[in-house]
């Protein structure tokens, strides 16, 4: 038994088309009293059409023509009876159809209760539904394509496979106890010990994507740093194609590090454009330097930006170092419609005034970037999986040691049961109630 829930699953702007969501054990009755379908009596609809019709309010008025779908259990999103209502966007219709759906019984979706539906009826593993999330809120279209291969499995395909190898060592062990006489295939944990190391291997191997996952969903750290006046501003504004940070001819403008993001080779940068380095008297800007100093510090991607109309100078030693610390550096030799008076070795010529060079700074970003968004399969992207594969590895690979140590069997699957609950915590399997309500409440409702 499940009560139902109903939600707008399209957000509360203006629209095209909205979507008004129902699960639940009511979800068709629900749907039934506050819509007539034109061609057949509502309770004749069938699942996986949609039908035209009128939506009813609360008080039987028709507030919309719409459209509406039905599915039925276990053939649905949740697992259980859902209905849609395709009604047009408007924030007012979609408050009254869910107003109405009220009145017939269904109650607001919490955030997330949708997927989480789903998970508890077993339609979505615990690793998709979470990458559900994260395709919602992917910003770019690698973590986009990442949340996708999660969504179909690929997290969990590798955990599972892992979990069950080691369940079979257990299990093994367990018959050879249970049954000694049965003929039971003697067991050598030494025999096991190849399946023990490339399982944690596989692990340490996942776990290590996990940096890369998390700059593809969260974005890669980059900051513009220079020293006053080369045009860091000048060409964060033409980087992102409008005017966001203030330009002017005064040394010294920008004190406060602005940042933005920027979709650069299908990834987003969060890009940072920073106080002029030199060594600065008055203490607001020298609290904007120790700041530009600090995103280069936390920044993959260091742009340095010199004036290539003047001289170099010793501030722009300063620059030279951030690029130097940081994992990733590009050199834009700025102001290249002005007489060129500094060179600079495999800098980007650029003009951030006449756009000059943009093209091709933007296509060296792309090339720093490959190491990042390069093709790799999945990635992990979630905190929480991380910790549950780091935490199964370190079991692993202590069971490793007690093998070579010739620990006893029963020490060593000890060692190997720790792996294997983190395994399944991992894929959702024996979580406690909390710890499911605590993932699914950081979806958005109607999802
Ligand atoms: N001719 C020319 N002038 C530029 C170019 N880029 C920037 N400028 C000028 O250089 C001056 C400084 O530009 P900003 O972009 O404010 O320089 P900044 O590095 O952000 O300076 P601070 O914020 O003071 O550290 C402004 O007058 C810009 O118009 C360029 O490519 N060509
Ligand atoms: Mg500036």
Redesign the pocket.
């Known amino acids: 038994m499940s009560d139902t829930i109903a939600a707008i699953a399209t957000g509360d702007k203006k629209s095209a088309i909205g979507i008004v969501r129902i699960s639940g054990d009511g979800a068709l009755n629900a749907l039934f009293s506050v819509f007539r379908p034109k061609s057949v009596r509502a309770e004749d609809m069938e699942a996986g059409r949609l039908y035209y019709g009128e939506l009813k309010d609360a008080s039987g008025e028709t507030v919309d023509l719409c459209l509406a779908t039905i599915s039925k259990a276990p053939r649905s999103y949740t697992g259980e009876d859902t209905a849609e209502l395709h009604c047009h966007g408007s924030p007012v219709i979609l408050a009254e159809a869910l107003r109405a759906l009220f009145k017939a019984g269904a109650r607001q979706a919490e955030a997330g209760e949708f997927t989480k539906r789903a998970f508890l009826n077993g339609k979505l593993d615990l690793t998709g539904a979470e990458a559900v999330a994260d395709m919602i809120d992917a910003e770019s279209p690698l973590a986009a394509k990442n949340a996708v291969l999660q969504l179909s499995g690929a997290v969990f395909a590798r955990a599972e496979a892992i979990y069950d190898a080691l369940v079979a060592i257990s299990s093994h062990f367990q018959a050879t106890v249970d049954f000694p006489d049965d003929g039971v295939e003697d067991f050598r944990l030494e025999e096991y010990r190849g399946t023990l190391t490339s399982a944690r291997d596989e692990l340490n191997r996942l776990a290590s994507t996990y940096e890369r996952g998390r700059f593809i969903r969260g974005g890669l750290p980059c900051a513009i740093v ?12 033409a980087l992102l194609g409008y005017e966001r ?10 004190r406060d590090a602005l940042s933005e993001s920027l979709t650069v080779g299908g990834m987003t940068l969060r890009i940072s ?4 380095l030199r060594d600065a008297s008055d203490f607001i800007e020298a609290e904007g330097i120790r700041r530009a100093e600090a995103a280069a510090d936390a920044a993959r991607l260091v742009i340095g ?1 010199f ?1 290539g ?1 003047q001289a170099l100078t010793p501030e722009d030693e300063r620059t030279m170092r951030a690029m130097e610390s940081a994992p990733v550096s590009i050199a834009g030799l ?5 007489p060129k008076l500094s060179d600079m070795p495999g800098a980007v010529r ?5 756009g000059e060079g943009i093209d091709a700074l933007t296509e060296r970003i792309k090339a720093a970037l490959e190491p990042y968004s390069g093709e790799s399969g999945a990635l992990l992207t979630n905190e929480r999986h991380l910790r549950h594969i780091e935490n199964a590895a370190s079991a692993l690979a202590s069971a490793i040691t007690a093998v070579e140590l010739g620990a006893t069997p029963d020490a060593v699957l000890t060692v190997l049961e720790e792996a294997q609950s983190a395994l399944a915590s991992l894929m959702g399997k024996n979580l406690r109630d909390d710890v499911v309500n605590d993932i699914f409440s950081r979806f958005c409702v109607g999802k």
């Open positions: 220079g020293r006053p006046n080369a045009g860091k501003s000048s060409l964060f504004n940070a203030i330009v002017t001819p005064v040394a010294g403008t920008t454009d920073t106080a002029g930006v004036d109309s700025n102001k290249s419609d002005l650029v003009s951030a005034k006449t």
